[in-house]
């Protein structure tokens, strides 16, 4: 089984639809069709992920989302129109995860669930490796509790900021991280203003652990998508 998702739709056409091809995918699929029987479900199914529709009978979307985000951090992905831009805004800051516009293919939202559940499965893995209080990678060693970094026996002098960037990224080597998804973890709360300077901050973390900036081999620039750690296994 790939997961539990519950659905909810007032619309019961939608929702077959949409059970359908979920378990064909392998999903377990549990309907809803109201506002208050969406929270009922929710308590007694405990689902992986929520598909959410906005327009709901006894509860609108919005209430039912703030109602699981009190209690849960499941991903939700909601159902909107066209029309519901507002909504749609709202429902992203009241902490939906994703949304598809009506009229929506059933592959696209299945695609969108999957992701959504990949992408949930890989923060939840981050944070656990963020949770530790030190890691060393090659030449590289960084003590979270004293705030100390050292490259190949040197301490090095760094801001807040770029510690817990190094700290993060070091964390994970090898993987690749958005620019977005570096200021978030870090900040706890949006990039707005400040996704642009992690440039700048990178110039500077290369500059202190010696990385050659015109052919970078420790933080290592992937283009259009953002930045990697990979650490050699000697100083450079």
Same mark, same amino acid.
């Given at each position: 089984?790939?997961?539990?998702?519950?659905?909810?739709?007032?619309?019961?056409?939608?929702?077959?639809?949409?059970?359908t091809y979920l378990e064909a995918s392998g999903f377990l699929v549990f309907p809803?069709?109201?506002?208050?029987?969406?929270?009922?479900?929710?308590?007694?199914? /405990?689902?992986?992920?929520?598909?959410?529709?906005?327009?709901?009978?006894?509860?609108? %979307?919005?209430?039912?989302?703030?109602?699981?985000?009190?209690?849960?951090?499941?991903?939700?992905?909601?159902?909107?129109?066209?029309? @519901?831009?507002?909504?749609?805004?709202? %429902?992203?800051?009241?902490?939906?995860?994703? &949304?598809?516009?009506?009229?929506?293919?059933?592959?696209?939202?299945?695609?969108?669930?999957?992701?959504?559940?990949?992408? !949930?499965? !890989?923060?939840?893995?981050?944070?656990?490796?963020?949770?530790?209080?030190?890691?060393?990678?090659? @030449?590289l060693k960084l003590d979270r509790s004293l705030r100390i970094a050292r490259w190949?026996?040197? @301490?090095? /002098?760094?801001? !807040?900021?770029?510690? @817990?960037?190094?700290?993060?990224?070091?964390?994970?080597? %090898?993987?690749?991280? !958005?620019?977005?998804?570096?200021?978030?973890?870090?900040?706890?709360?949006?990039?707005?203003? &400040?996704?642009?300077?992690?440039?700048?901050?990178m110039k500077n973390l290369r500059k202190a652990l010696g990385d050659d900036a015109?052919?970078?081999?420790?933080?290592?620039?992937?283009?259009?998508? %953002?930045?990697?750690?990979?650490?050699?296994?000697?100083?450079?």
């Open positions: 089984m790939e997961g539990k998702i519950l659905v909810v739709d007032d619309e019961r056409k939608i929702v077959q639809l949409v059970k809803a069709y109201t506002g208050p029987e969406a929270i009922q479900a929710f308590r007694h199914h /405990e689902p992986d992920l929520v598909v959410l529709d906005l327009m709901l009978p006894g509860m609108d %979307g919005l209430q039912v989302l703030g109602q699981i985000r009190r209690v849960s951090s499941v991903p939700v992905i909601l159902l909107t129109a066209r029309s @519901e831009e507002s909504d749609k805004i709202s %429902g992203l800051e009241v902490g939906a995860d994703d &949304y598809v516009v009506k009229p929506f293919s059933p592959k696209e939202l299945t695609a969108r669930v999957r992701a959504v559940l990949r992408r !949930t499965k !890989t923060e939840l893995g981050l944070q656990h490796d963020l949770n530790r209080t030190s890691v060393q990678v090659g @030449e190949a026996g040197h @301490e090095l /002098e760094l801001t !807040t900021f770029q510690f @817990e960037l190094l700290y993060m990224m070091a964390s994970s080597p %090898g993987r690749v991280f !958005t620019r977005l998804q570096l200021v978030e973890n870090i900040q706890g709360g949006s990039g707005d203003g &400040y996704e642009r300077t992690i440039d700048a901050h015109r052919n970078p081999q420790i933080l290592i620039t992937v283009r259009g998508v %953002g930045y990697k750690f990979n650490a050699p296994s000697s100083s450079p």
